[in-house]
């Protein structure tokens, strides 16, 4: 059977493209009609708002572009990197200039109305431009493919419900089920289990599942900077209007204060769940559009397995689970590799993309664009150089010696003409990235974002010069340092993650100097070089790491490093059975697909380590808050943010500052973040004035109620108890 495919609507005869346009576009005002006339559909409102915004404006805009033949997951891809960019900036348009024209800016009926019409004039102008095309797109679904999507598809639900069942009735098992089932999900791929054509969907389904057993733990917001996050987005939400001179960097990201607000207002949605739902679902593509950026330039397999390394790492589905801006900020990286590889599209329209995704990439997060920055100007100035002749000539003498091949003019990071000017980085769109990065944090929040930064080169700078710094004060080096725990999942763990990052060093300079079987864009390939080099400088460079977080660069270096693991842990492979005598009859078998095997068997253990899976099921102390309810997480029950909010609404309008240990000031930064502080076990005398806050945590445990710490004896003695639900308590002075 033989259906249009909807994600590919850019290649839809017009007619049939409008008609669907036009009937998304009146049901999504329908739905908003009957929320404002209190006649609510649980799901319907919330999904015909979210596929609206998050897909229409988009593929209005391909056809726009006349960007064509993309592809099912380009075509995905671009339409929703362009409809989150269409809602930053019609936002910041609205928030810009509502207030001059006397309208309320960031509400539900302006916003339906505005994005209402502006989709309607991107229609018209749609068809003006793009109304003689005629193609006709459609998929062939059979029984037996769609026999296996489905049964692909419950992995997902499979994640919610453990999360469900994990959050009401505390069981992990379903949980501690799902995580093994993934895992083989690589090695059916390896084996020829699963068809190339479902590999696309393979790679969403993992990364659903991963995504979802996280971010759905808890039936509030979990995590660290997410609950900041959360704190300015809800103030843009109340207030109607994005205050853009409040000092604060998280304030600087559209990300955050229009993205967030934007879908909460149209879909009904509460911002917690936003937070949960929506910005996952968004940020499960970047592992869609790195396969397609790897198939590109390697094979179906290898781009697979590729993906697998990068969503296995822990980061990827733990800690980005608490950053949303960063989510939404690599979705806009990601998009932008896609088009420095994309050489079939026309110059002029990767030059608009690529200056749309970098533009997106700034608004987005801060921390990401700086570390962008640099892979940016160190990739444009490598290829500068690198196209000279001489240094060209010089450096495929050098490749010549580790090939078995004669010197040729090739160059010797490509078999690109290395003089051809069609390169996606080049001085204007590095011009365009520096200038913007540089006005905007300059602009936004009064400036605070290049305050933080300046401080944060200076410490380095001083560090590096004038002091010998010690392993302390370098990230990467201590975590190497530190003996990993006396169990043997502990260090399990460790091994694997060393073995990883070997793959993937033997992989980049074995590609470097051989180039064989795979061909790398030359602008990947120094991308890629910069991102080691990154990763070098988080285990080496002072306070960088700190300042950054050492696992978080190691995350972000993988969208670029990812592919090379594969190609390093394939070679490795070859290498260990050439030297060993005892597989000395096994050589000429061993093939590059005995050795995606060999790897997709390691990918198993690679994420039932990262994922804690076997440290849990050892008894070893190490958990995540996927298998382990008692886990001390910032994660708070209903009983905890109801305290919070209690004391954020009862001393809203003093001047008084509110004290929690390091989880329950991320609590009240969640509500009142100007008046939030952290105590510790050993914290001196408070201002009277202040109040405590005390989570179930500290109740049960009496961590900070043990009458002969310094803490009890300085400042809960002498105060009154205010509020208690059984689930946290407060002092006042």
Known sequence: MRIPNPLQMNDWPMKPFLVTCFALQLSFLACASFEVLGFSIPIL???????????????????????????????????????????????????????????????????????????????????????????????????????????????????????????????????????????????????????????????????????????????????????????????????????????????AMLSVVMLAPVLSQICNLSLVWVFKIMYPLLFSLVPLGLYRIFQRQTSNKVAMLSCSFFMFFYVFFTEMMTVARQQIAELFLVLFSLVVVSKELDRRKRTLLSTVFVLSLVVSHYGLSYIFMFFLIGAWLLLVVTERPKIRHSMNNFAAKFRDIEISSQDFISQEDPRSKDRTINLTIVTIFVASSLAWYSYVSSGFINSITFNIVSQISETIFSESPSTANIQGLALLSNAPGFGWASIGKRAVDIVFVFFIIVGFFAYLLTRKEFTFSREYTVLSLMSLVMLFSGFVVPYLSSQLNVDRIFHITLIFLAPFSVIGGTLTMRYVTKISHLFKRYIARVSSETCFKLLAIFLVAFLLFNSEWVTHVATEHISTISFDSKMDYPKFTDGEVEGARWLSNAASNSSSTFYGDLAGKLLLCELSYWQARTFEADTGLLPSSSFIFLRRINIQQNSFQNQSSAFYTTNITNRNKVYDNGYSQVYGG
């Open 45 to 251: 409102g919330q999904f015909v708002g979210f596929a609206y915004l998050a897909f229409m404006p988009g593929l209005i805009i391909l056809r726009i572009l006349k960007l064509h033949s993309l592809g099912v997951v380009e075509s995905l891809l671009y339409s929703v990197g362009l409809s989150v960019t269409f809602l930053f900036f019609i936002g910041l348009m609205l928030n810009t200039f509502g207030s001059i024209i006397g309208v309320t800016t960031i509400s539900v009926t302006t916003l339906t109305l505005l994005y209402a019409v502006i989709t309607t004039l991107l229609c018209v102008i749609g068809y003006l431009r793009d109304k003689d095309f005629s193609g006709e797109i459609s998929v062939d679904i059979n029984r037996k493919t769609a026999v296996i999507v489905i049964v692909l598809c419950l992995l997902p639900f499979m994640s919610i419900i453990g999360a469900f069942l994990m959050n009401f009735y505390n069981s992990n098992a379903l949980l501690l089920t799902l995580f093994p089932i993934l895992s083989v999900l690589p090695l059916l791929v390896a084996f020829d289990k699963i068809q190339k054509n479902l590999y696309p969907i393979v790679v969403l389904v993992i990364s659903l599942s991963l995504l979802f057993s996280w971010s759905l733990i808890s039936t509030n917001v979990a995590g660290w900077d997410i609950q900041t996050e959360y704190f300015f987005s809800n103030l843009v939400n109340t207030n109607h209007a994005w205050n853009v001179a409040l000092p604060n960097s998280y304030n």
